[in-house]
């Protein structure tokens, strides 16, 4: 395994709504306790002069100039056609060019997949990539993917993104056999649309340890270590929970505000929620990684706070040195075949 000194990350440092404040207050976080080596890449006077209004002697942080960014509103594909020096762009570049070991960005997703499918490519017998987010659940974490990349899929990409999210959960989760579940209306074969059903049928006879169907509302109970569904049923999934977790949590608190419960009570409830909310919570994990390029490119929540910046560059560089890109390679190999 490499040891963080030796790696570097690059980092979109214009990417998400708190950028570049939060991504340069979490990209220092991370360079202290992580000792790795960080390129923030943006307008290089403007991150100069964040940088240089906080304390960083003895940290490994360099500026790469990329004067643009790709806006929010903009249609990714045209956008990196027209700035072809956005930070996305030029933070994929560096890892094309062996420069770093993995990029992070919290911007326009979009734009970093596109822009890490062209600067990366995709490793044989990988149709399309699959961005893979760790949720919670009752008995630790489980993989979905595909969690947005690709909102219409074939039953080959299915079967790909298995194949991706079981060697990632070896990897990430340390389990050897993974348990795959595919995402539909009902546990039994025959329920949820053609994609699905015939999905079901190829995986029973691959070379993984398929569990069948996984009820929509099983997502969380830990069932399956392994989800796999098309993009756009994943991206619904995940933000449907991030949305039930926000509510929760501030109708929880109008209930305490209101309720006539002892101090004590009050506390011990508080706190428990405190627990379960930071279980929850996506800068617990920081970033979700896109499987299925040459390389390591991983994508953070648009409102990444600094904690989830410093928890996605911790995750990059775990992943970098469990060699990952590698070992996914190999467990495709005879999925390609």
Do not use: W
Not at 44 to 52: D, N, P, S
Not at 125 to 147: E, F, I, M, S, Y
Not at 194 to 203: I, K, S
Not at 223 to 252: H, P, Q, Y
């Amino acid at each position: 395994m490499t040891d963080g000194a030796e790696l570097t990350v690059a980092v979109d440092a214009m990417g998400g709504d708190h950028a570049p404040e939060a991504v340069v207050d979490g990209a220092i976080a991370a360079a202290r306790s992580l000792d790795v080596g960080l390129a923030l890449v943006g307008p290089a006077v403007r991150l100069e002069e964040e940088l240089a209004r906080r304390e960083t002697a003895g940290l490994r942080i360099s500026v790469v100039d990329a004067p643009d960014v790709v806006p929010m509103d903009e249609p990714p594909l045209v956008a990196l056609r027209r700035r072809r020096r956005a930070s996305v762009r030029v933070a994929a570049d560096l890892v094309a060019a062996g420069e770093a070991a993995a990029f992070f960005s919290a911007g326009h997703s979009g734009a970093t997949l596109l822009a890490a499918h062209a600067a990366l490519g995709l490793m044989p017998g990988v149709g399309r990539p699959a961005l893979a987010v760790t949720v919670p659940t009752q008995r630790g974490a489980a993989v979905l993917l595909d969690a947005g990349a690709n909102v219409d899929c074939r039953v080959d990409h299915l079967v790909q993104f298995a194949h991706l999210g079981s060697a990632y959960a070896s990897v990430a989760m340390d389990l050897p056999t993974p348990k795959v579940g595919l995402l539909s209306i009902g546990e039994e074969a025959r329920k949820g649309p053609d994609l699905v059903r015939e999905a079901h049928e190829r995986l029973q006879h691959e070379a993984l340890n398929f569990i069948g169907n996984v009820d929509a509302r099983e997502l969380f109970t830990g069932r399956a270590d392994v989800v796999v569904c098309d993009g756009f049923t994943g991206n619904i999934a995940l933000k449907v929970g991030e949305g039930l977790v926000d509510s929760l949590e501030e109708m929880l608190r109008r209930e305490l505000d209101a309720a006539l419960v002892s101090q004590i009570g009050g506390l011990v409830m508080r706190r428990a929620f405190a627990r379960v909310r930071q279980r929850v919570d996506y800068a617990e994990y920081g970033a979700a990684p896109l499987l299925g390029v040459r390389g390591l490119a991983l994508v953070g929540h648009g409102r990444s706070s600094s904690r989830a910046v410093k928890s996605g560059i911790a995750m990059a560089v775990r992943l970098a040195g469990a060699r990952l890109p590698a070992r996914l390679g190999a467990a495709l190999t005879p999925a390609a075949g």
